[in-house]
T-cell receptor, first 110, second 112 residues
Framework: KNEVEQSPQNLTAQEGEFITINCSYSVGISALHWLQQHPGGGIVSLFMLSSGKKKHGRLIATINIQEKHSSLHITASHPRDSAVYICAVLPTSGTYKYIFGTGTRLKVLA | NAGVTQTPKFQVLKTGQSMTLQCAQDMNHEYMSWYRQDPGMGLRLIHYSVGAGITDQGEVPNGYNVSRSTTEDFPLRLLSAAPSQTSVYFC???????????FGQGTRLTVV
């Protein structure tokens, strides 16, 4: 079993829909990142969380440390949100060794 | 600011050849890492550095060497390329251990 699990693996939505991507992890962590990767493109950091909730534009990220779970929400989704969303955690091991989920591939249809 | 710059963007190597993937950042970040991304798998850590002169192995270090002689540069060396090293490689940097990470645009490497 992977230490970081994302669900769903693939998601197709209609433009305007509210989208939720989930990340569960099995280790104690210092931080969790949500990353975005467009097809053939580089990786961009969306959020870094260690507790609570963050919002940037139409994106909201939450984390529940006790439940070892984080969610990324996209409100009023748009075709330009089509990308792979990756969850990454930094375990509280004292080393700089991030563990990544395999990503959620999102396609938003116009 | 250029951010994190990786070169080259694409490379084809023959089995047994050596090469260096370059990574440079202009943000004075202490932490730098190299990852490889393979289909169906998450990014995997190859090597990382927490400052000039300090490097350590990640999850998949075999076949790769790194050094960190300056804060800005963190090159990844393939000593004797193998087809199993065909992958997309990403370099990342951050100011601290628990701060935003910045990624390069990636290097697509094919070993034939």
């Amino acid at each position: 079993k992977n230490e970081v699990e994302q669900s769903p693996q693939n998601l197709t939505a209609q433009e305007g829909e509210f989208i939720t991507i989930n990340c569960s992890y099995s280790v104690g962590i210092s931080a969790l990142h949500w990353l975005q990767q467009h097809p053939g493109g580089g990786i961009v950091s969306l959020f870094m969380l260690s507790s609570g909730k963050k919002k940037h534009g139409r994106l909201i990220a939450t984390i529940n440390i006790q439940e070892k779970h984080s969610s990324l929400h996209i409100t009023a989704s748009h075709p330009r949100d089509s990308a792979v969303y990756i969850c990454a955690v930094l375990p509280t091991s004292g080393t700089y060794k991030y563990i990544f989920g395999t990503g959620t591939r999102l396609k938003v249809l116009a | 600011n250029a951010g994190v710059t990786q070169t080259p963007k694409f490379q084809v190597l023959k089995t047994g050849q050596s090469m260096t993937l370059q990574c440079a950042q202009d943000m004075n970040h202490e932490y730098m890492s190299w990852y490889r991304q393979d289909p169906g798998m998450g990014l995997r850590l190859i090597h990382y550095s927490v400052g000039a002169g300090i490097t350590d192995q990640g999850e998949v270090p075999n076949g790769y060497n790194v050094s960190r002689s300056t804060t800005e540069d963190f090159p990844l060396r393939l000593l004797s390329a193998a087809p199993s090293q065909t992958s997309v490689y990403f370099c990342a940097s951050s100011w601290g251990e628990v701060t935003e990470a910045f990624f390069g645009q990636g290097t697509r490497l094919t070993v034939v």
